[in-house]
């Protein structure tokens, strides 16, 4: 019986050193550690390498629930996988263990209280920017490429694809950028 560590965090510039160290001190002898968003399981080659390497008998150990999954859907989803493989999920800091009817039940509780923060969290975001679009400071996201430099890369005769290979930008995106220096001359 192996039992294998997974750590998460939704950004790069968070720290995952603590969940590392719990669950070396949980005993697994393997950790596998990503920094990408919960809310979605795309994107998460690290989880996706342990279910395909549980065996059965195998534990799958988090430090929290939400470090596994931010929707009940994915929660379960993934339950049934480590499931499937004869495995079972066990978190550090919860009273979680798959392998018991307590520890599931808390699971499904806990799923779907992550789920509603999740919620809850974009929906104070929304009322946010409505209150900042209402006062008219709202600016939208910062720019992700120059736009005069599109603007002369245009001029200069260059098509939306050789400007977004120029640029490191979408090709849509250049010609949105584009459309919009058109729609203003």
């Given amino acids: 019986m192996a039992r294998i560590g997974y750590a998460r965090v939704s950004s790069t510039d968070q720290d995952l050193a603590l969940q590392i160290e719990r669950l ?3 005993g ?22 342990i279910i395909a ?18 929707s009940i859907g994915d929660l379960q989803d993934i339950v049934r996988e480590v499931k499937a493989k ?6 550090t800091e919860q009273p979680i263990d798959t392998s018991t009817a307590a520890g599931k ?4 509780m806990l799923g ?6 999740t919620n809850l969290r974009r929906e104070r975001q ?11 400071v709202y600016k939208g996201g910062k720019p992700r490429s120059d736009r005069e430099a599109v603007q002369t890369l245009h001029r200069d005769g260059k098509g939306p694809t050789e400007i977004a290979k120029a640029l490191g930008i979408s ?12 729609a203003v001359a």
Avoid: N
């Fill in 112 to 117: 779907v209280f992550a789920e509603f923060e």
């Fill in 24 to 26: 070396k001190a949980a």
């Fill in 171 to 182: 090709r849509m995106h250049a010609y949105r950028l584009i459309k919009a220096m058109e």
């Fill in 126 to 136: 929304l009322e946010g920017i409505a209150e900042a679009k209402k006062a008219g």
């Fill in 86 to 91: 004869g495995a079972h999920l066990r978190a």
């Fill in 53 to 70: 390497f549980l065996r059965p008998g195998d534990e799958l150990v988090i430090t929290r629930i939400d470090r596994l999954a931010r």
């Fill in 28 to 49: 697994c002898e393997i950790v596998r550690s990503e920094k990408v968003t919960g809310s979605t399981r795309q994107g998460r080659s690290e989880l996706a390498s």
């Fill in 105 to 108: 039940a808390f699971l499904d």
